[in-house]
Structure formats: C-alpha cells, structure tokens
C-alpha cells in the first residue's frame, strides 16, 4: 500500500481512520477536506479542484480521505488501494452530531482554518440518503476495480478495529 484512498458517508470515520493508519503506515496524509474548503466554508472552484487533485495523485506515496465525487474517478485510478468505511447511517448521525458539539465553533484538526465546525440540514439529509442514493454506485465502481486495486470494505468498527491491527 503506497496510494490509498478512504472514502464513506459523511461521520462514518474517515478523517479519524486515514490519522490511525499514516501513523501505522507513515504514509503522507491528505486530508481533503482541509485542501478543497477555504476559509469561511469557501468552495474551491472547480477547474482550480481538479488540478489540485490531480497533482496531488500524482504524488510516489500517499494516504488521502475525502469524498468529493467529482474527482473520485481520478482517485481510484492514481490509488493502489481503496478503503470505504460503509457504516450505518444512525452510527454516522451519532457521530457527525458528537462532533458538531466537541467543535463547536472552532475547526476540526482535519479542516481548513476558518471553516468551524457546522451542522446543516442539507448535510444530515446526505448521510440519511447516502445509503440509498450513494452507496449502490459506489460498491458498483469497487467491485468493477477487484482484480486490479485491493479494495477494502469495512462494514463495522469491530472490522475497522480489526484491519487497523
């Protein structure tokens, strides 16, 4: 494992999981949320995104979590191996509310400065959906990348305990 990418559902851990394995691994850690959003919860705009992106991939070494669908297909090609935390959602709610309430207003460690911590309605819905409308394509695309990437799915936080051994 050289190039790897943690994916999930909004809460499902992944920032916490990628910190746990580049301290196992030593692998260079990019947080993609602390590239992608400037401060003030400013979006990078996209073209400027995709270039980031892609000169970051083009790293020798790297482990990188982060959704951001519209540069997911250049991950999974630069990646060697691909973990997606598919959890359940209530545990994701749990979680993504728990750290609203311990980041309350200040930025989480794995987030750019100026971006506290915030809760929208529009971001709940995405987790509570992400199951439904999210997850069939992305076991899709992995399944389609077995065989050529070593892919990872992890399902609870016993079996993200047990890898992470």
Known sequence: M?????IGSGGAGKSTFAARLTAKT??????LDSVYWRPGWEETPKDEWRRTV??????????????????????LAACDTVVFLDLPRTLCLWRVLMRRLRYLGRARPDMSPGCPERL????LHWIWTYP???????LAR???LRGEKNV??????????EFLK
């Open 120 to 123: 929208t309605w529009k971001f």
């Open 2 to 6: 050289k190039k790897v990418l943690v």
């Open 142 to 144: 992995l399944d389609a």
């Open 54 to 75: 892609e000169r970051l991939v083009a790293g020798e070494a790297w482990l990188m979590d982060g959704n951001f669908g519209g540069t997911l297909e250049l991950r």
């Open 132 to 138: 439904r409308l999210r997850r069939p394509e992305i």
């Open 152 to 161: 990872v799915v992890l399902r609870s936080q016993r079996e993200v305990e």
């Open 26 to 31: 030593g692998l260079p850690l990019v947080h």
